[in-house]
């Protein structure tokens, strides 16, 4: 699988993109290889319906994979663009939504590609669990701001890279209880909250809040934390003038 050649965009890793894609099959699958990402889709969703109305709203999902957190934002009443840059993953996503009867707009595109023809489209934009993934994640963070109308909000999700997120995202997880394949994160990838916040206050919005996201495996549950050592949430808004508030 290559990135589709209509890509302007070159902020991808071919490696990355083939490792989800031949996940696709088994990506609704609550048991399967993103069984973590089932339990951590209620609190993700639940993170950004308590701080942004959804119903009505223009909402963009990057890094959408097969459209777990997609169609949770649709049910809630949003209007959801999806976008993704493995076509295998779109594919599942888009035969999933015809199953479930989920509207969502599936698209293979690039963040940055997006912006580049919709500035300032969409009230809310989520990207969850992607940065981590990407080369350059402070393109990503501008891309949404540019993708975000004045006012509208931006909802992340990322790994901190910290001795204890190796121990528990690396070791423990792909390694000791195999709840994911290995090689699904490198450590060095990890992003620091103080360097999220330093990409989203250059790229012009102000960061409101960064949440602890803490997954029990023994209970295959997940909730907020006020740790933020592992696997955190962030939430910023976009000013409504260009000056500020």
């Known amino acids: 699988m290559t990135a589709p050649r209509d890509t302007v965009s070159s902020n991808y890793d071919q490696a990355e993109l083939d490792k989800f894609a031949a996940l696709a099959n088994r990506w609704w699958d609550v048991d399967g290889p993103q069984k973590p990402l089932h339990?951590?889709?209620p609190v993700r969703l639940d993170y950004v319906a308590g701080r942004a109305p959804l119903r009505g709203a223009?909402?963009?999902d990057i890094g959408c994979?097969?459209?777990?957190?997609?169609e949770a934002l649709a049910k809630e009443g949003a209007q959801v663009t999806a976008i993704d840059l493995a076509p295998e993953l779109v594919k599942v996503a888009r035969l999933?939504?015809?199953e479930s009867g989920?509207?969502?707009d599936y698209r293979v595109q690039a963040a940055e590609d997006l912006a580049a023809e919709q500035p300032g489209a969409f009230d809310v934009v989520t990207c969850m669990e992607m940065l981590e993934h990407v080369p350059d994640p402070g393109s990503i963070v501008r891309a949404c701001a540019t993708l975000l109308k004045p006012g509208g909000q931006l909802f992340l999700s990322t790994i901190n890279r910290t001795a204890a997120a190796f121990a528990v995202a690396v070791?423990?997880?792909?390694?000791v209880a195999r709840l994911l394949p290995k090689g699904t994160h490198h450590y060095q990838d990890f992003i620091k909250p103080a360097e999220l916040g330093a990409w989203v206050r250059e790229a012009g919005l102000q960061l409101c809040d960064v949440s602890g996201m803490a997954y029990e495996p023994w209970r295959n549950r997940a909730r907020l934390s006020s740790r933020t050592d592992i696997n955190y949430l962030a939430h910023a808004r976009k000013p409504e003038t260009a000056g500020g508030e």
Request: proline share 0%; charged share 10%; net charge neutral.
């Open 65 to 70: 994979g097969g459209g777990l957190l997609s």
């Open 96 to 98: 999933h939504g015809l």
């Open 58 to 60: 223009r909402v963009l």
């Open 39 to 41: 339990a951590l889709n």
């Open 171 to 175: 070791v423990g997880a792909e390694y």
């Open 102 to 104: 989920v509207q969502v």
